[in-house]
């Protein structure tokens, strides 16, 4: 029998916008493991990855879900116990249809509905009427998060300068009102009015307007979101001043699949524990977990595992780490430990207290022109050669193999282009003709092995999700493969005598921070494609 909860409700939220949208399958999968984890609420995060009527460009060749298909995983939530909460955005955040010449009048600037417009609210009208046929709950996240810019676009040119604080209330409050007229209470994350209420989010010591309080709508709940602290007094400060806002906020921590391919489980523990500790210690009734896909959506929400099963076993009150290890082994067949080594990736040298995503940004940062050499801290290679073996002994596990198996294929990828680009300019300076025939033979090595990653992470993506957003994938894998080509030809060119300079090799590096300090020592993390790849510029 399940243990209940100390929350009201205690769920999941799962991004399915940033590419990787999962399978109607994976959610079922997915419903069945947390419920019987004891979590009895989930939120799927569509910004446009959901059918609307009449607008036949909304998620257009997005993997957007079909009504049906809502209806079907509504049903299904429903029968294990399970909440399912629509979480949806009525502001910001919704770039991908702004490509779209149909909803070019819509927007104010970047990716920012242009509030005040007739079309906008006959557009949010639409996504209401559509989502309240497919999900029985009458909750729903309305986002209204980081619209910095508002106000500033085309809101500018119609309206001149004006109170962007009158413009947010008086946007929420006609959002408000569509969605009391299909029934809804809505949530919204909180730092649009914690930054209007306190000046700015995460100041926990703030005073806070009354007048910004007075201007909430009374079907308006707020969500405080929070990933990025290890610190229980962190959140007890912060879950305090929200408190001066509004009653019954909600909280939302992370569990961090949004910094590459590999999971950050350690982290996410300690990160949990706090927040769920604080948030019974203030009676917090709503609580839910957010699994983020930024660029690209690349980390398998499966990776989570671990930390699903421990903060599952801290929100019933279960603190004995060993216990947990022992009860996880027991539910899935694999020791704790074990699973966990997921996480190696991003950690080669051992467990961070920080986020760092090497594995993402070594894999795409250029043999030649190298802007992110700058993290090395040296013996990369042999780390992911380590890595490697120890992720290969795990490929065969039962129902999670291909999990072990696409990261050992990262490793094997990283053991040799972690520190190629470095070694690429000794070689190139050194001038020896040895040392440029074997730099120029593992050149070829890797393009072997970027292949057998490539195979592996599409087994694992196709497992999981549905195709769309799989392209992008194509395109920077494939991109990886045919410049690791173009380098080694290059090289060979060099070699034979057919050139005697590479331009890019000739120029000096400079430190990608720009203070002379190691770049993984400062930050750790870095988490873009387009702005590890080139120094040039990627758009559309």
Known sequence: MKTATHFRRFGL?????RNAVMTV????????????????????????????DDNPYFGYMRGRYTKKELKEVNDYALLKGMELIPCIQTLAHLNAIVRWPEYKVHVDTADILLAGEKRVYELIDQMFASISQCFTSRVINIGMDEAHMIGRGKYYDLHGDSDRTQILLDHLKKVSEIGRKYGFTLTMWSDMFFRLAAGDYYVNHAQINEEIKKQIPDNVELIYWDYYSTDRKHYDKMLS??????ENTWFAGGLWTWAGFAPHNGYSMKATEAALKSCCEHDVQDVFLTMWGDDGGECSKFALLPSLFFASEI??????????KTKFKEKFGIAFDRFMLL?????????????????KYLL??????????????????EQYAKCARRLGLLKNVPEWGYLFAAEQALCEVLSIKAELGVRTRQVYASKKKEALESLIKDYRKLQKKL???YKAYKKQWFMENKPHGFDVQDIRLGGLIMRVRSCAERLQALYDNEISVIEELEEKQLDFCGDGEKFRQKHGEYNSWAGTVTANVVSW
């Open 25 to 52: 399958e994976s959610l079922k999968k997915w419903i069945d493991i947390t419920a019987d984890l004891g979590y009895n609420t989930l939120m799927l995060y569509t910004e446009d990855t959901y059918e609307v």
């Open 343 to 359: 996480d190696l990736p991003e950690t080669p040298g051992g467990i961070s207290d920080k986020i760092q995503n090497p594995e």
């Open 451 to 453: 292949e057998a990653f």
């Open 364 to 381: 795409y940062n250029d043999c030649f022109t190298g802007l992110l050499d700058s993290a090395l801290v040296g013996g990369e290679n």
């Open 241 to 246: 001043a929200h408190e001066k806002i509004k």
């Open 315 to 324: 929100a019933k009150g279960n603190h004995d780490k060993e216990n947990i």
């Open 13 to 17: 939220m799962l991004d399915c916008s």
